[in-house]
């Protein structure tokens, strides 16, 4: 089977989601995932499962979505975390955009499919996070979801920098001042296997917003 597109999953003790996860890998896709120093046997079952794992010894999301794009050989690299909350099955709707070359780098924005799945703490931080980034590049996005695409060797020689929470928006400036095609398209949002390690608390989400300002700060 040929590898259109590699699938990057930081994990950080995501043993009850990963074997779910992986299971909803589509044909085309390989999954690697990026154990980020997980306690439970994660490593384990991903590798059990037939995916590639990586290690990534220094702890951040950042460090582990880095690491897994640099261990990807498939031309088209997504991103998407471990812990059950989007739909592998979906994969297409992130990266068709860029394997038909109408897209450079897609966003899944997420779209809850019940009450409670995305915390209001972490709903108002995005939204006032993207409302700054419309108005600095007039970029439509309306989410900074950890589900997206984009090609290999652009993505590579963007040279990202940051190793904790800022990466995604890092991310999203680099790829906006290099001239990329940037879009966004729905994904279903589901409720996550245990409790995050980031958005599903108060003291993750201050975490990430300070992060993605001081992040804001270097782009001014």
């Not at 940051?162 to 409720?191: C, F, K, M, Q, T």
């Amino acid at each position: 089977m040929s590898i259109r597109t590699d699938v990057v999953l930081p994990c950080l003790d995501e043993a009850s989601a990963l074997p779910g996860v992986l299971a909803s890998l589509p044909d085309g896709a390989r999954a690697i995932v990026v154990d980020n120093g997980s306690t439970d046997g994660s490593a384990a079952i991903a590798r059990r499962a037939g995916a590639l794992v990586v290690d990534a010894e220094q702890r951040g999301y950042g460090a582990a979505v880095h690491a897994g794009l640099l261990a990807a050989t498939a031309p088209v690299v997504a991103f998407c975390d471990a812990d059950g909350s989007f739909d592998l099955g979906q994969l297409d709707r992130v990266a068709e955009p860029v394997h038909r070359g109408e897209q450079d780098l897609v966003f899944g924005r997420r779209r809850p499919v019940s009450a409670g799945v995305w915390p209001v703490h972490a709903r108002i931080a995005n939204t006032v996070l993207l409302s700054t980034v419309r108005r600095r590049t007039g970029l439509p996005l309306r989410d900074l979801g950890p589900f997206r695409a984009g090609r290999r060797e652009q993505l590579i020689a963007l040279g990202l920098e940051d190793r904790r929470s800022g990466y995604p928006l890092e991310l999203l400036l680099r790829a906006w001042s290099a001239g990329l095609r940037i879009a966004e398209v729905e994904v279903d949002y589901h409720p996550r296997s245990g409790r995050s390690k980031v958005t599903g608390t108060v003291r993750g989400t201050v975490t990430a917003v300070t992060d993605m300002r001081r992040m804001l700060r270097r782009f001014a």
